[in-house]
Nanobody, 122 residues
Framework: VQLQASGGGLVQAGGSLRLSCAAS????????MAWFRQAPGKEREFVAA????????YYTDSVKGRFTISRDNGKNTVYLQMNILKPEDTAVYLC????????????????WGQGTQVTVSS
């Protein structure tokens, strides 16, 4: 599967952005999906994951209550709604796909998209 992330940009602290990750192929619903981020000089960090049906979600503590992951299997797309953005959310955001929820959340997914830059100014 090929993944294409979009929706990044420059936003002031307290603002919102919605990222999208569009997947190719007809088996999108077979994959659990996740978002990761990587800031300059830092290791890649897990942000959120969603199960194949969308019935289960999981977030890193720093984004709970601010970010929401969702998916539309009819549109082969996973979303990350980011609210109350903070300067520390600045990073390149990447989407990932894998058949197994535990694997995609662990960062060892089979498929990765290119990143989309999110910059939050103070």
């Amino acid at each position: 599967v090929q993944l294409q992330a979009s929706g990044g940009g420059l936003v002031q602290a307290g603002g919102s952005l919605r990222l999208s990750c569009a997947a190719s192929g007809r088996t999108f619903s077979s994959y659990a999906m996740a978002w990761f981020r990587q800031a300059p000089g830092k290791e890649r960090e897990f942000v959120a994951a969603i199960s194949r049906s969308g019935g289960s979600t999981y977030y890193t503590d720093s984004v709970k209550g601010r970010f929401t992951i969702s998916r539309d299997n009819g549109k082969n797309t996973v979303y990350l709604q980011m609210n109350i953005l903070k300067p520390e959310d600045t990073a390149v955001y990447l989407c990932a796909a894998d058949s197994h929820f535990s694997t995609v959340a662990a960062g060892t997914a089979d498929y990765w998209g290119q990143g989309t830059q999110v910059t939050v100014s103070s």
